[in-house]
């Protein structure tokens, strides 16, 4: 469908159902990847290595985290151009982030290798422990320059209209990375580093293979001979700051933990913060998913001064977060066994027993969870990237890290709890932001 008519013509309602649940199991199916990821590798290759996949993939993500920034950042700037129908510079903040993305990735990459092994050493790993964290993720790290591609070029798909080709390209990548880590693992039995390769091997077919449309100039977005400026770049880095931010933060809130859990109750205590980040790996995807595939649509509405339509829009979006957010909450509380043995192959009575108790604290997040992520793609959406920053900061360090602290007499059960802690009072801040940039939220349409 031709965006435009998209964004600006069919009904808020419908648009929903058009975009964000396409949206949600794309973004779900690009995830899967991760949940397969931890299902094979604690099947096959059992807790030790399991628990070396949890320590090394907060470096995978910040492995990824300046693409993200890249690609979330132009897909602002490039949905308000096209709102404002200047074509020519949608086009040229594209070319410049594919490019951009591409460099970051291998530099990220070259460096991340190089400094891999000092920094698992860093988190009190020791022995064959270390040693697969490091192999994990170094085969990410030689991968990186182009497999950082995908997530920015499910965004441009979108902007561009092919909204179902972006779902059915990632439900693919899952699909490819599940067949391929169950031959490397179940019947090569190589070992960690080959669950990286199937997945890196995924990601890069898929990566080529979202290029297509716009090499061959079907897109609505076409690659033109990059012309960099440092307003478009400034722009680009504000828009992609939230979630950069959120990125970053939310690793070294991560590996901060990790390392706290290595020393308090060790490989099985990493494992059982690995499965709580897995359940909310299935989740968090199906919430950004719907509320990044909207952004186009909000962008493009905002940059044509149609704000009661902006409006519209976000009443849908938050309103079926805050569904998801409640069944999930619902789902783990009720199945917090079930959920632990799909993760580790015959647990013993101790470590299913804490990981339950896990679970059922972890599920407490989710009952505000979902008003400060809506709240964050609004105001990202709608050009207000320091409010933004602001819940995602919240979100991801500060309030994580304080709660650290202030939880630290219940050992292992304030950690559990420090998750909807910070739900709380990131919810609690998206509230005093929203009512604070009524006045400029609730402005009358142009024209």
Known sequence: ?????????????????????????????SALYQ??????????????SFAALNLAMPFVIIN????????????????IALGRRDEKEANNIFSCACLLIVTTGALIGAALYLAAPALIAMMGAEGD???????????YCLASPVTTMVFAADNFLRISGFIRGSMALNLFMSVLSAVTEFLFLGVFHWGIWGAALATCGSMFVCALLAMVPFVLGR???????????????????????????????????????????????????????????????FIQPLLYGMCDSLQPAVGFNWGAGKFSRVRAIEKCCFAASA????????????CPEQITRIFVQSPAGEMLQSTVGALRLFALTYVTRWFSFATQSYMLAVEKPL????????????FPVALIAALWP???????????????????????TLFKLRPQLGRPDLG
Do not use: H
Not at 256 to 276: D, K, M, P, Q, T
């Open 410 to 432: 219940l050992g292992l059960t304030g950690i559990w709890l420090n998750f909807a802690g910070t739900a709380l009072l990131s919810g609690l801040l998206a509230l005093g």
């Open 129 to 139: 422990f270390a040693a697969q964290a490091v192999q994990y993720l170094r085969v």
């Open 387 to 398: 409010p933004a920053s602001l819940i995602s900061m919240g979100t991801a360090l500060v």
């Open 35 to 48: 949940l397969l990821d931890g299902l094979f590798v604690g099947q096959f290759l059992g807790s030790t």
């Open 219 to 281: 897109a609505q977005l076409r690659f033109v001979r990059p012309r960099f400026r440092a307003s478009m770049f400034r722009q680009i880095v504000t828009c992609g700051a939230p979630n950069f931010l959120n990125n970053i933060a939310g690793r070294i809130t991560s590996i901060l933990l990790n390392a706290i859990l290595v020393r308090l109750g060790g490989e099985a205590a990493v494992s059982i913060y690995g499965i709580l980040m897995y359940v909310d790996g």
């Open 323 to 334: 569904l998801i957010s409640l069944l999930s909450f619902g789902v783990i509380l009720l």
């Open 64 to 79: 990824f985290a300046l693409a993200d920034l890249i690609g979330v950042g132009a897909a602002v700037p490039i949905s």
């Open 1 to 29: 469908m031709d965006p435009k008519v998209l964004f600006a013509k069919t009904p808020p309602v419908k648009l929903f159902f058009t975009a964000a649940l396409p949206g949600s199991v794309s973004m779900l199916a």
